[in-house]
């Protein structure tokens, strides 16, 4: 296991590091643009760029980097459901995502408001479409930024972070512990599987509080009998 590890992350740092925190943030954009996020794994890019971070320095343009290009992809999504929302709706794309996302994203925003653009940076599917729907409203592109920027913000942080510290604890500890290979594995599955239940309880607990307006507004006076 370890010779593995050691192989596969002096692979990842053997990349020039301008290339690699480029290609991290061309991945991220992409992940955060349009529909292209529900292919692109944005997420995993970040995560392996982030194991070849061998300083502070480094790590802070890492997270900058990544923070513009998922900035630049959000932005894009936003500006295209502003331009063309409808027909990429309609699309076979669009329509493949199923009517029932699209709406619910639309319900998520109107509910919420500008915590929802900022919540879902961490749910699936709708951190796609959030952006695209936001652009088809009435949301301005700077109160926009102002709510998807501390997301992405949060994002990058926690995904940078998590990677460099797993791989700088591997190195320290791999000529020391012939399991430091399973430790390192450990880490980034516990943090990955932490983002999950974190995401699944965003997700649970949003879907609890629009039911419960949902069931508030039909049991509103002039609502009985509708």
């Known amino acids: 296991m370890n010779e593995f ?25 992409l992940e955060t643009s349009v529909l292209i996020g529900l292919i692109v794994p944005g ?65 998520y925003l109107r509910r919420r408001g500008g915590p929802a653009i900022f919540l879902s940076r961490f749910l699936p599917v709708l951190h796609s479409l959030v952006p695209l729907t ?13 709510w998807t920027a501390p997301a992405c913000t949060v994002w990058a942080i926690a995904y940078v972070s998590v990677g460099a510290a797993a791989a700088g604890t591997y190195r320290e500890l791999s000529n020391q512990l012939h399991y430091a290979g399973y430790v390192f594995v450990g880490t980034i599955a516990v943090f990955l599987v932490l983002a999950y239940v974190i995401k699944r309880l965003i997700v649970r607990s949003e879907a609890r509080h629009m039911a419960h307006e949902h069931a508030d507004d039909d049991t509103a006076p002039g609502r009985v009998g509708d």
């Not at 740092?13 to 925190?21: A, E, G, K, N």
């Not at 959000?74 to 295209?80: D, H, P, Y």
């Open 134 to 146: 936001v652009g088809m409203s009435g949301f301005s592109y700077r109160r926009f930024l102002a």
């Open 5 to 29: 590890l050691t192989w596969l992350l002096d692979a990842v740092q053997s990349v020039d590091p301008v290339l690699r925190t480029l290609l991290a943030g061309i991945a991220i954009m």
């Open 43 to 107: 997420d995993t890019v970040v995560l392996v760029a982030a194991t070849a971070v061998d300083s502070f320095a480094e790590g802070a343009v890492l997270v900058v980097i990544v923070i513009i290009g998922a900035l630049i992809g959000e932005s894009i999504g936003f500006w295209l459901g502003r331009w063309l929302g409808p027909r990429i709706r309609f699309s076979r794309l669009g329509r493949r995502l199923g009517e029932d996302n699209w709406a619910r994203s639309e319900l």
